[in-house]
């Protein structure tokens, strides 16, 4: 798999397609499993960790899947590379700043990743663009069933599907959606909305996961329990809440075009000026500022601008995609004038 | 480790003894004070906190932390403190060898200690269909909490079905 060909393209979670996908940049689920045989990875030496490396490489790789899977030999990949497939959501970080033997089967559309060796053996994920956890567990289901059928999982009646760490055990499943959240950020309505999910056993995190800041006004949101609740259930239970974070959202954003029309449409345009014609940005800057306007976008305050165009800024310009773009490596300074000159030949191509 | 009254991190490992019985109680900075200083509400405990690594012994005399601590799985050769340092198991075997101080654990984190979620095709057909026994009750739970009492029938009759099955085979 040539990493070059994919910095080109923006992947399935940024298609900025599907239900909802004005604040539902994504949907997301991942699957935690061991191998029977096999101690955790905690407990496992680099011959061991080899061995279910090259085990699951192998099973990976047969696969019948629908398309084509190529596997990445994340041991072997440079800083830059591992970095790259983090800005993804290829690869969690914890993958791609761990040691050992590991690696990652990916599809042609990026829309599955199949690790190895994380956390537990195999963490098996699904992406779908907008709004649509169904579409990404019937997925995930398929691909876990034909694995299922090549090797045993450590699983026991009562607890489950057995893993590393006792929070995912039971389902092993996470459900996540990736919202951009703007106005509630603005009016600090946010907080008091992660308050509420706090409390119904839901997880707020940023845009790379766990420990990760919010950057660019997006949040994850997932469950947190994993045990004594099926995956329908889990599934539900996202599907139920999200839709009120959505109108929320929504109707804040209504209410500050009606109330502050002009400063909305100001703060949106300066934003756009300045990643039009700066010379030099840092990574946060431009996030902060993509999130302005895609907000004018979605409320029709830049008319001659796409979403997928938006989306596709924010992943190139980051800092690995940005030096693989431009096939260097570069150095802080450097990159903010890259991202710039990026940012600008860009825009102005629109 | 997740404080089991938050989404915060759990620094405080607190064990709790009442006429005899173990009780571990995982908490953030935050919530341990108030628990701290008024254990049960009215409840006496004899109550001793322990941090991550220290151990402590008890008013009846007894090391629960510490005899906890030395626990070993036999089959990796994790100790219960190793896992209470790193929060990470060693392997599947570990669930069996900690069931005791695991099972708390899990009920404060997940509210439940009984999978009805996905099983594995390899399982037997006779525990599958307990599983599947699980599963409905479970939804049959939260169809009657949600008053959506068409859906409670039918799952009545589901269960109903299961288990006429499983006493069929069993008299087989």
């Known amino acids: ?306 979403i997928p165009i938006v989306n596709e800024l924010f992943i190139q310009t980051q800092p690995a995609h940005l030096q693989k773009l431009r096939k260097s490596h570069l150095e802080s300074a450097e990159r903010n004038s890259a991202r710039a000159a990026y940012l600008r030949e860009r825009l102005a191509r629109n | 480790m997740k404080c089991r009254n938050c989404a915060k991190v759990a620094t405080l490992h607190i064990t709790e003894i009442v006429k005899g019985v173990v009780q571990e109680h995982h908490l953030c900075e935050d919530c341990a004070k108030p628990f701290l200083e008024n254990p049960h509400l009215g409840a006496k405990s004899a109550g001793v906190p322990a941090g991550p690594t220290t151990g402590g012994a008890t008013s009846s005399g007894e090391a629960p932390v510490d005899e906890q601590d030395r626990l070993i799985c036999p089959a990796c050769e994790l100790s219960f403190r190793e896992f209470r340092n790193q929060g990470r198991l060693g392997c599947s075997h570990c669930y069996t060898a900690f069931q005791e101080e695991l099972l708390p654990l899990l009920e404060n984190i997940h509210g439940d200690t009984q999978h009805c979620g996905k099983y594995p095709k390899r399982v037997p057909e006779d525990n599958q269909r307990q599983f599947k026994l699980i599963k409905l009750r479970n939804e049959l739970r939260e169809a009657i909490a949600e008053e959506s009492y068409e859906d409670a029938a039918k799952l009545r009759d589901q269960i109903q079905q299961l288990e006429n099955q499983l006493s069929g085979d069993a008299t087989r």
């Open chain 1, 1 to 306: 798999m040539d990493l070059n060909d994919l910095a080109r393209s923006s992947g399935e979670w940024l298609k900025g397609t599907g239900p909802e996908s004005d604040i539902v940049m994504s949907s997301r689920i991942r699957l935690a499993r061991n191998l029977s045989q096999f101690p955790f990875l905690s407990r496992a030496d680099d011959g061991v960790r080899a061995e279910i490396e090259r085990m699951m490489r192998r099973h990976l790789q047969e696969l019948e899947l629908k398309g084509h899977l190529n596997y990445v030999d994340v041991n072997a990949l440079e800083g830059l590379d591992r970095q790259f497939l983090v800005e993804r959501q290829l690869i969690s970080r914890e993958l791609a700043e761990s040691h050992g033997s590991r690696g990652v089967g990916i599809s042609a559309q990026e829309n599955l990743s199949l690790m190895v060796n994380e956390e537990d053996h195999l963490r098996i994920q699904v992406f779908q663009s907008g709004f649509n956890l169904e579409r990404c567990w019937e997925e995930i289901n398929r691909v876990d069933d034909l694995l299922e059928e090549r090797v045993s999982y450590a699983f026991s009646e009562q607890l489950g599907y057995l893993t590393a760490c006792p929070t995912n055990v039971g389902t092993g499943i996470r459900v996540s959606v990736l919202l951009h959240l703007p106005a509630l950020v603005a009016t600090r309505e946010a907080q008091k909305v992660f308050h509420a999910l706090q409390k119904i056993h839901l997880t707020v995190r940023g845009l790379y996961g766990e420990g990760s800041q919010a950057m660019g006004d997006f949040y994850q949101i997932s469950n947190q329990v994993t045990l004594g609740k099926s995956e329908a259930q889990l599934l539900k239970n996202l599907r139920d809440v999200i839709p009120n974070i959505l109108e929320y959202e929504r109707r804040v954003r209504n209410q500050l075009i009606k109330e502050n029309r002009p400063a909305i449409h100001d703060k949106v345009a300066r934003a756009y000026g300045t990643l039009r014609s700066a010379q030099a940005i840092s990574s946060e800057e431009t996030m902060q500022l993509l999130s302005h306007v895609r907000m004018g976008v979605n409320l029709g305050l830049i008319d001659d601008l796409d």
